[in-house]
């Protein structure tokens, strides 16, 4: 499981980022082809925030379609599963936009 490496690089930029002050919230977007499961993600935070400026914050995950363009018709679109062909023309040139993605959104930090 790599979450618990990447949940120990969050909270290493949370601490770098919050200038000593207690982090209440960790927002994340996470792709749906990341590989990230994000029960995983959420499970990690919460055993791993102890001890840190995060050990009171809440994690809240966006998870990102997946969203191709095809190169023969220049259309985009969602994609609900793996299939990558354009739902317009059929054609199979296409690039994945989104949904690859995980990164942190914001931090909020309780003020004094």
């Known amino acids: 499981m790599h979450e618990y490496t990447i949940v120990q690089s969050m909270l290493d930029l949370c601490e770098k980022h919050a200038n000593g002050k ?14 990230i499961e994000p029960h995983f993600l959420r499970e990690s ?9 995060c050990h009171n914050a809440t994690m ?6 997946i969203t ?3 190169s023969d018709c220049q259309k ?8 990558f062909y354009c739902p317009y023309c059929g054609g199979g040139n296409t690039e994945v936009l989104t949904g690859q ?8 930090v309780k003020e004094a």
């Open 101 to 108: 993605e995980m990164h942190i959104d914001y931090i909020e």
């Open 45 to 53: 935070f919460d055993v791993f925030k102890e001890d840190t400026l």
């Open 22 to 35: 207690e982090v209440t919230k960790l927002a994340v977007k996470i792709g749906k082809m990341s590989g």
């Open 68 to 70: 191709i363009k095809c």
């Open 76 to 83: 985009e679109a969602m994609v609900d599963s793996f299939n």
């Open 60 to 65: 809240e995950m966006e998870l990102i379609d």
